[in-house]
């Protein structure tokens, strides 16, 4: 079992930044790939950030490339997802997720554990 436990979300003013944390336990935490994920109201889940457990190779969705970072440290069992420029349409809630195989990190049903989910308001 991974147990997710995220932080750091808020309301903020559109063009301001966020730091969202991941923190992990259980399983050992550098063996999973780490993604992030958002759900806003009436939408269905949507991918946002991957980053496998080397910390090498990092995927973006379209709408989120150049503006969010995704990184993880492993010695303190955590991922990030700093988020620049927030746009209104980047209010949801946003989920953190483990994916022990490494494939398909874009695909939620490919991940293995989440987290309860923070939620993230844009004001315009």
């Known amino acids: 079992q991974v147990q997710l436990v995220e932080s750091g979300g808020g309301l903020v003013q559109a063009g301001g930044s966020l730091r969202l944390s991941c923190a992990a336990s259980?399983?050992?935490?550098?063996?999973?790939?780490m993604g992030w994920f958002r759900q806003a109201p009436g939408k269905e889940r949507e991918f946002v950030a991957a980053?496998?457990?080397?910390?090498?190779?990092?995927y973006y969705a379209v709408a989120v490339k150049g503006r969010f970072t995704i990184s993880r440290d492993n010695a303190k069992n955590t991922v990030y997802l700093q988020m620049n420029s927030l746009k209104p349409e980047d209010t949801a809630v946003y989920y953190c997720?483990?994916?022990?195989?490494?494939?398909?990190?874009?695909?939620?049903?490919?991940?293995?554990?989440w987290g309860q989910g923070t939620q993230v308001t844009v004001s315009s």
């Open positions: 259980g399983r050992t935490f550098s063996n999973y790939a």
């Open positions: 980053v496998d457990w080397t910390r090498f190779d990092t």
């Open positions: 997720a483990a994916n022990y195989a490494g494939i398909g990190v874009t695909r939620g049903r490919e991940y293995d554990y």
